[in-house]
């Protein structure tokens, strides 16, 4: 497989560039902030992303969607990523819609995530970091199941419409088995929800599950046999997480760049400094290596080829440490005033913090990596 687009890939990326750089560039995410909206993202901008189609790229043409693959979703990831686009697409319309596909709730959940009325959350993190580990319970209960625990770090948990949420119906917290996987409609009895502005300025939640009901329709896939659906889910939105940082990789180079274009020392542009130069095309060579990598690991997870277990982790710990250097580049070489509000800088840096520990860091990944490999 060529590690380069082809040419509807292409065209996919030109559209998704000029749509989301004129819809919602840096500012969009700024005035979010500065209004302190509610939601952390706007739904109009959902809608619209929904009338490009977008939405629908990982949905199959027979359920109403474009049937396109992870290459193309990335390809809008990273305009979203490479603009800071508060946006649920991530979490909606890549890991959701790949872990309800074939399940009985797709022809329930799919037609809202098409239309733009549908945002889904993703409920799996439990601690401070994310672990394999799944401790949340859920014990029968006539004919369904009564949930209890809680939940971390759950992007847009308090305002979504449905939850998937990982939970343990049998065996313990670290077993590989006895893992389910539920959809769980807001508002829902003994469900609260805590929302907490992250870092990046968007919003997350911490849910509380008291004796929430479900009944056996709300299961995705197979009662402890869930496991499988969430290495699905988790492959897609590490690959689709990989993706968006290079986004903010690439954003955060291009204003560096030309601010390096701009600036002027001792009555030259400090681009013309030699020692910037050097450090600009180390970055930029940085960059292209992880995106080889992310591209590679689409490819795989297209192709639905078992290569893609090695593959996604190391684009999520590739693209994570890229960007890492990415913005600290970026603020450095900007100075000091790449410390201030005034400069959007300093987001790219706060969104890259998010990203990378979003579905596991570099280090969860490389230590992933190393066990499989046998040390």
Do not use: C
Request: without cysteine.
């Amino acid at each position: 497989m060529p590690l380069y687009l082809n040419d509807e890939q292409t065209m996919l990326r030109d559209t998704a560039r000029d749509f989301v750089a004129d819809a919602a560039p840096v500012r969009h995410l700024r005035e979010l902030r500065d209004s302190k909206n509610p939601d952390g993202f706007s739904r109009d901008l959902w809608k619209q992303f929904a009338e490009m189609g977008f939405t629908g790229i990982l949905i199959g043409e027979d359920q109403g969607g474009l049937g396109l693959g992870h290459v193309e979703a990335g390809v809008v990831l990273e305009e979203i990523g490479r603009n800071l686009t508060p946006s649920p697409f991530l979490a909606t319309a890549v890991a959701a819609v790949e872990a309800l596909k074939g399940s009985a709730q797709a022809e329930r959940r799919f037609p809202g995530i098409l239309s733009g009325e549908t945002i889904a959350a993703l409920a799996l993190d439990e601690g401070a970091k994310f672990r394999d580990t799944v401790g949340l319970k859920a014990e029968r209960s006539g004919n369904g199941f009564k949930l209890t625990g809680t939940k971390q770090f759950v992007t847009h948990g308090h305002v979504a419409d449905f939850l998937i949420v990982s939970a343990r119906t049998a065996g313990a917290a670290a077993d590989a088995e006895g893992v389910t996987l539920f959809a769980i409609d807001k508002g829902a009895a003994g469900l609260s929800a805590e929302a907490e502005r992250l870092a990046d300025s968007s919003v997350a939640a911490r849910l509380t599950l008291e004796g929430v009901e479900v009944d056996a329709d709300a299961v995705i896939g197979e009662v402890d046999g869930g496991r499988g659906l969430l290495d699905r889910l988790l492959a897609a939105g590490r690959a689709g997480a990989s993706a968006e940082l290079l986004g903010v990789g690439a954003g955060a180079m291009d204003m560096t760049v030309g601010y390096l274009k701009e600036r002027k020392q001792f009555g030259v542009t400090i681009g013309s400094f030699q020692a910037l130069q050097h450090r600009a095309a180390h970055l930029y060579s940085e960059l292209e290596v992880a995106r080889a990598a992310v591209l590679k690991a689409q490819q795989l997870l297209d192709a639905a080829d078992p290569k893609a277990d090695e593959a996604v982790p190391v684009a999520k710990a590739m693209s994570s440490l890229a960007t890492a250097l990415s913005v600290q580049e970026g603020v450095q070489m900007h100075g000091g005033i790449g410390m201030t509000d005034e400069y959007d800088i300093g987001f790219y840096m706060k969104r890259h913090r998010v990203l990378a520990e979003m579905f596991g860091d570099a280090n969860y990944h490389a230590d992933k990596l190393a066990r499989a490999a046998g040390y």
